[in-house]
């Protein structure tokens, strides 16, 4: 029962950050998926402000809304429940996508489902597209794939979980201050490539050298499993310091700077991926990896981490690029799954309001 979801059309809401999305799931087909950003409205101030995007949402939502059924082909009175993130994420935004929710569940007389952001991440690899292709096969058992791990890598989080079945899991490896996505996106802003630098940075790398600066690998000496990336960040704002002091600036600066900056994060990553299965007594009986979060979206991670799965005999399970960032479907697919676990609501959709600071293992209902 535990790894069962719900087969109803689910439409599914996230105002956590800068994009407003919303999209239409049948079980775990994707009937439509639209997003908006606000990373234009953003980038002249080189990061996410927080009332610019709490208005973009304000006005954008209505019609993303209207466009997800459109392109679902669904009239409202066919939408059987709906998901909404409730965190985490910036609280003033997230309370336009639950006020919106709120209304539309209490107009339809459907059921109201509080959904976590990063449990949508880690989901993701389940959804199917219109002609139900994806990742996880139509025909697939889940139970096939249990027991997982799941990789989360995004902005804020870069962490490592244990699934013995869906909503009974365990946090493995955590992040302790800054997530990947976080260096990534800072480091991307001190080499001038605006907002949002993240996978400017990854473009930037191709073809850099990846071992001209003497950057540091994160962690490299630490025994643990959980994740920091806060000193790679300082280190990378005293390495360009000192370089442009000294006038070291060629054509290829940026380019190798990137490169090396990117290996070296990934090469903490693995390392502590490695470290998971050799201490998990539990790793030689995982038969999939789950990866999810907006850095997911870097190709050199994802290949890096399935040459490991490769070698453990564990499927690597990724979604469609376009699932990798923020976006309604996510939220759906963990609706759907909430929903057939009996996670939901009927009544009294107030009681639950946005936790901006939500954990993964916090529970909602």
């Known amino acids: 029962m535990k790894n069962e979801y719900s087969k109803k059309i689910i439409l599914g809401i996230d105002t956590s ?3 407003t999305s919303v999209a239409v799931v049948k079980g775990r087909q994707v009937l439509s998926s639209v997003v908006s950003s606000h990373a234009q409205l953003h980038s002249k101030w080189g990061g996410v402000v927080p009332n610019i995007s709490r208005r973009a949402h304000i006005e954008r939502l209505p019609q993303v809304y209207k466009e997800a059924l459109s392109r679902a082909r669904i009239g409202e009175d066919q939408i059987e429940a709906l998901a909404v993130t409730i965190g985490p994420g910036l609280a003033i935004d997230l309370e336009i996508g639950i006020e919106f929710a709120r209304d539309l569940a209490t107009k339809l007389e459907i059921p109201y489902i509080p959904t976590n952001h990063m449990m949508g991440h880690l989901l993701s690899p389940f959804l199917l597209n219109r002609n139900m292709n994806g990742p ?21 989080h870069t962490e490592i979980v244990y699934f013995e079945e869906i909503g009974k899991f365990e946090k493995l490896a955590k992040t302790k201050d800054d997530a990947a996505g976080e260096a990534f996106d800072k480091v991307g802003r001190m ?25 540091p690998i994160p962690m490299l000496h630490d025994p643990g499993v959980d994740f920091s990336f806060s000193g790679m960040k300082t ?17 290829d600066f940026s380019k190798d700077f990137a490169a090396e900056f990117q290996h070296k994060v990934i090469n903490s990553i693995e390392r502590k991926f490695k470290r998971v299965l050799q201490k998990d007594p539990r790793s030689k009986d995982v038969k999939s990896l789950w990866m999810g979060g907006g850095v997911i979206a870097n190709t050199l991670l994802v290949k890096r981490i399935s040459k490991i799965c490769r070698e453990h005999n ?19 697919i963990a609706g759907a799954f909430n929903l057939a676990q009996g996670k939901y609501m009927t009544e009294a959709f107030d009681t639950i309001d946005r936790i901006p600071r939500l954990s993964l293992e916090d529970e909602i209902l």
């Open 191 to 215: 080499l001038g490539f605006g907002y949002p630098a993240g996978g400017v940075v990854a473009k930037f790398a191709r073809g850099g050298k990846k071992d001209r600066f003497g950057l």
């Open 17 to 19: 950050c800068d994009e």
């Open 314 to 332: 564990i499927l690597a399970l990724v979604p469609e690029k376009k699932y990798r960032g923020d976006n309604g479907a996510m939220i759906a």
């Open 235 to 251: 280190a990378c704002l005293y390495k360009l310091e000192e370089l442009r002091e000294s006038g070291m600036k060629d054509k």
């Open 136 to 156: 996880v096969g139509k025909n697939i058992d889940i139970n096939e794939l249990l027991p997982a791990y799941s990789l989360l890598v995004s902005g804020k």
